[in-house]
């Protein structure tokens, strides 16, 4: 398995579309080494700015996702 560094710059838009949360960001995309900490990964970095609002925009897709749920599917 190739295993990758994804530094996260900047997220730029969000979307929800048939089950399918998409997200356009700016990235910087690099090749890691495996290491021998068991199974490999990919490893991604964002400031804690970056993850606050990538905290929030998921938040606010999913309610919207919810609410166009029936309240039997809730």
């Known amino acids: 398995m190739k295993t990758y560094r994804i530094e996260l710059q900047r997220i730029k838009a969000m979307h929800e579309s048939h089950g399918l949360v998409q997200v356009r960001v ?5 090749p890691q080494a495996a290491r021998d900490e068991g199974e490999p990964s990919t490893l991604l970095s964002l400031s804690t ?3 606050r609002v990538l905290f929030l925009l998921l938040k606010k897709q999913l309610a919207e996702v919810d609410s166009r749920k029936a309240r039997s599917q809730r």
């Open 26 to 30: 700016d990235a910087l995309v690099l």
């Open 49 to 51: 700015e970056d993850a």
